[in-house]
């Protein structure tokens, strides 16, 4: 004798393979969200490094400005680097990046900031702070002697 018919039975295999294919789905789409994020956040911090290298370089081999600067390059035209005036804007794959340096003269005994430019004994702390959609994202400081 049959409990459940032909049709019931039918029934109950598809409502158990839908269960069981939601239980694999549910895993599975979450570790695409998790990874696609994680992606991103590493798109943003490659792009940062790139960035804070380039302008490290850029700094470094410019000459020695004794006055000490402070300049950011915006994704958009805006005011260049005090030594170059050709210099406006990132490339175009930075949107939504600026890099904003500042070059500070020290004294190498203390580290600290020298209030008066004029006793500038050719050591600068250069700072470089990569933000992205206004946050940032990245800052590294460097050296830099004259």
């Known amino acids: 004798m049959r409990l459940i018919s032909q049709k019931g039975q039918t ?3 598809v409502l158990i393979a839908i269960v069981i294919l939601g239980m694999v789905a549910v895993p599975f789409l979450t570790s695409l969200s ?3 994020r ?4 590493t798109d943003d911090k490659a792009a940062a490094e790139s ?3 380039s302008e490290m370089e850029y700094v470094k081999n410019s000459s020695y400005n004794f006055t000490g600067f402070n300049y950011t390059i915006p994704s958009t035209p805006s005011k260049p680097p005090p030594w170059d005036p050709n210099r406006t804007a990132l490339d175009s794959c930075y ?3 600026s890099v ?4 500070v003269p020290i004294d190498p ?5 020298l209030p008066d ?3 500038d004994k050719h050591i600068q702390n250069i700072t470089v702070v990569v933000c992205h959609q206004n946050s940032s994202v990245l800052t590294m400081s460097t050296y830099k002697t004259g």
């Open 11 to 13: 029934l109950v295999e």
């Open 34 to 36: 998790v990874s696609s």
């Open 38 to 41: 994680a992606i991103m956040v």
């Open 51 to 53: 960035l804070v290298r």
């Open 95 to 97: 949107a939504g990046y």
């Open 100 to 103: 904003n340096v500042t070059g």
């Open 109 to 113: 005994d203390t580290g600290e900031a």
């Open 117 to 119: 430019p004029k006793k």
